[in-house]
């Protein structure tokens, strides 16, 4: 019962609504199945499935707002959590900021669930980690790796009539590789909508790669360098980039684009003229959810157009405050890339850092959009278009912005976290420190 159909979930949102004393309710419906399979040196550790259906109910008394959430779906419960919502309402203070719910919507259609993935079973997932286990021992070396799968739906209603479904089906598969002398280290990480698309033996190669080459690396000292960023680095600042593009705080003076002495920079060339990125939810890389929490369309939209700011997320309360359409903050964005593969961009530079991911990466200043973190599971010297030899963790200071002014060439878009990312070639990027850990 965890995956309800449309037609099923319509008739439990509707029965729940007619429930509603409030002014305006809304109903939200989520349910899925989840599988996984963790392995640690080299052995399976822990394995399990989940299936879970809820409901929260929304309710609004003038400007009061109470929420209740339920998992149990007689009517007499169902009834119970509107009364409860119902209840808190009239104990909370007013929301000087609410806005009344959207009406009836219309909303893309994306594939995002795939037959294949929704039917794994713990056979497929210890087939899948076995491969990958299989390789790690062939080479000697210490693995671990987590594999979830996920089957799920949302819909969404409320006393205007709106209504929306969806579902989908996702895998992914991370692990981390060592050398036993504990000084090499190597990742690789991989996410679709369709396991079919999940190769974890080519995965589990990449890293066992990387974990032989990043043995008994040399200190380099911090500075500014030419850098290559494969999918998985450049992605973690791009998309706290593409986070925080919302109107408000833009037009309070809280954000990168905010313009000295007020307004914004919607409209200026802030980056690139190579740099276009856009979200579309049924793009069929990165297909996902077609309307936000609220119930407001997710539709295809452009943040940044050969470098210009084109558009920035507006709240319901700001769009209204400003003249706008309420436009919801992305669920995964495609950057445009190059035709080069990651191994043309390191054969085209003189001398340069190959980074293979960052992690514990922490913001510092919102207004220049600056982040602090560290390299990690193999970092490398290119000299002359080929890696030399590794090279020990940096910490880093860097804005993506200035990063992606600084851009010198883009590979093929790789999917990476939900996200379309292709691998880049940067000058200038600031290392600050270095870093002992692997």
Do not use: C
Not at 224 to 247: C, H, N, S
């Amino acid at each position: 019962m965890a995956i309800l159909s449309q037609e099923e979930a319509r008739k439990i949102i509707d029965k729940v609504l007619s429930y509603s004393k409030a002014d305006e309710m809304k109903v939200e419906l989520t349910g899925g199945r989840s599988g996984n399979i963790r392995f640690a040196r080299n052995s399976v550790s822990t394995a399990g499935a989940t299936n879970n259906l809820s409901l929260s109910v929304t309710v609004v008394l003038g400007k009061r707002i109470g929420t209740s959430d339920i998992n149990e779906f007689d009517d007499a419960s169902l009834e119970k959590a509107v009364r409860r919502a119902e209840e808190m309402a009239r104990l909370a203070p007013e929301n000087p900021e609410y806005m009344p719910m959207p009406g009836p919507q219309t909303y893309a259609k994306p594939q995002a669930f795939v037959e294949t993935t929704a039917n794994m079973k713990a056979p497929d997932r210890a087939k899948l980690a076995g491969a990958s286990i299989k390789s790690i021992m062939a080479s000697q070396l210490s693995g671990a790796g987590f594999l979830e799968d996920s089957s799920s739906f949302n819909a969404i209603g409320n006393s205007k009539g709106l209504f929306g479904y969806h579902k989908n089906t996702s895998v992914n598969f991370s692990l981390t590789i060592r050398t036993p002398d504990g000084t090499g280290s190597g990742y690789a990480a991989g996410d679709y909508n369709d396991v079919t698309k999940l190769n974890t033996g080519s995965l589990t190669d990449i890293a066992i790669q990387k974990a032989k080459a990043s043995q008994k690396a040399a200190a380099l000292e911090p500075g500014k360098y030419t850098v290559i960023l494969e999918p998985l680095a450049a992605g973690e600042l791009i998309q706290f980039m593409i986070r925080a593009m919302d109107a408000r705080t833009a037009d309070e003076g809280r954000s990168f684009l905010s313009k000295k002495g007020g307004g914004t920079r919607l409209g200026e060339k802030l980056l690139d003229e190579r740099v276009t990125i856009y979200s579309d939810p049924t793009d069929v890389q990165i297909p996902s959810s077609p309307f936000s929490a609220e119930g407001y369309p997710h539709e295809r939209v452009t943040w940044f157009d050969k470098g210009v700011v084109k558009n920035m997320s507006y709240s319901a309360f700001w769009a209204k405050q400003k003249g706008a359409k309420p436009l919801p903050e992305p669920s995964g964005f495609v950057m445009s890339g190059g035709t080069q593969s990651l191994a043309e961009l390191i054969k085209g530079t003189e001398k340069g850092i190959l980074v293979t991911r960052f992690w514990y990466t922490r913001w510092l200043d919102p207004q220049t959009l600056l982040y602090t973190g560290l390299t990690r599971d193999g970092t490398f010297y290119i000299d002359k278009g080929q890696i030399k030899h590794p090279v020990k963790n940096f910490r880093f200071n860097e804005s993506p912005v200035i990063m992606l002014n600084n851009l010198e060439a883009l590979g093929i878009p790789e999917r990476t976290r939900g996200n379309m990312v292709p691998p880049m070639r940067i000058r200038d990027f600031t290392f600050s420190s270095l870093s002992d850990a692997v």
